[in-house]
């Protein structure tokens, strides 16, 4: 079993960047896919992002592509695997508490699908002001 552990997130001004991590406790998170999904308040989770176990893969919402890139770290000198999420050009309507959450398979279909992973993060918020 693996927690995911997000960190990195904070208040920004519109236009500027912010850059998300998250890190497995517990196992590694090199046999696991990993999302980003965010909820802002009154609305229901959705996603963001989405990376496969390898790194080959990437998929993201259409209300983020071109501005956050989702990455990570398959050093073989950091046996844990840290996901990042770049997020650039940010706008009020990114404000919401961003989850990472991972996945011990997951189909293509389940990948921008809250039900398609199996572990989740407590959440950091991020703020864009105006």
């Known amino acids: 079993q693996v927690q995911p552990v997000e960190s990195g997130g904070g208040l920004v001004q519109a236009g500027g960047s912010l850059r998300l991590s998250c890190a497995p406790s517990g196992r590694t998170f090199s046999t696991y896919a990993v999302g980003w999904f965010r909820q802002a308040p009154g609305k229901e989770r959705e996603f963001v992002a989405h990376i496969t176990w390898s790194g080959d893969n990437t998929y993201y919402a259409d209300s983020v592509k071109g501005r956050f890139t989702i990455s990570r770290d398959n050093s073989k000198n950091t046996d844990k695997n840290t996901v990042y999420l770049q997020m650039n050009s940010l706008k009020p309507e990114d404000t919401a508490v961003y989850y990472c959450?991972?996945?011990?398979?997951?189909?293509?279909?389940?990948?921008?699908?809250?039900?398609?992973?199996?572990?989740w993060g407590q959440g950091t918020q991020v703020t864009v002001s105006s």
């Open positions: 959450a991972a996945a011990v398979y997951a189909p293509v279909t389940a990948w921008g699908k809250v039900n398609g992973y199996d572990y």
